[in-house]
């Protein structure tokens, strides 16, 4: 990376600084997300997530997409927005 300013002066003193660099490598809108800890290994391969549905719960496969502090993508049958899922203790 290159860093180039228009007034010298106003970073004397600066050559060791340290600075924090963010980049997006990829993007997804709209999507629903869990926090990857929710994530479940499922026996017969893929992963799902337990899912509240009242006072019960049951555990639902998931699709995984694109992961990113600390979340990942879910989609699947039985997945929709709003939904509570458990987490790991």
């Known amino acids: 990376m290159t860093v180039s300013v228009d007034d010298a002066k106003s970073v004397a003193g600066l050559d060791q600084a340290t600075v924090d660099v963010a980049f997006t490598a990829s993007e997804r809108?709209?999507?629903?997300?869990?926090?990857?800890?929710?994530?479940?290994?499922?026996?017969?391969?893929?992963?799902?997530?337990?899912?509240?549905?009242?006072?019960?719960?049951?555990?639902?496969?998931?699709?995984t997409g694109m992961f990113a502090t600390g979340r990942v993508e879910i989609s699947g049958d039985g997945i929709a927005e709003g939904m509570a899922v458990g987490m790991p203790s």
């Not at 809108?29 to 869990?34: D, G, R, S």
């Open 29 to 63: 809108e709209n999507v629903l997300t869990v926090p990857v800890a929710a994530l479940l290994a499922l026996a017969e391969g893929g992963y799902g997530v337990q899912v509240f549905d009242g006072t019960a719960t049951r555990i639902v496969a998931v699709e």
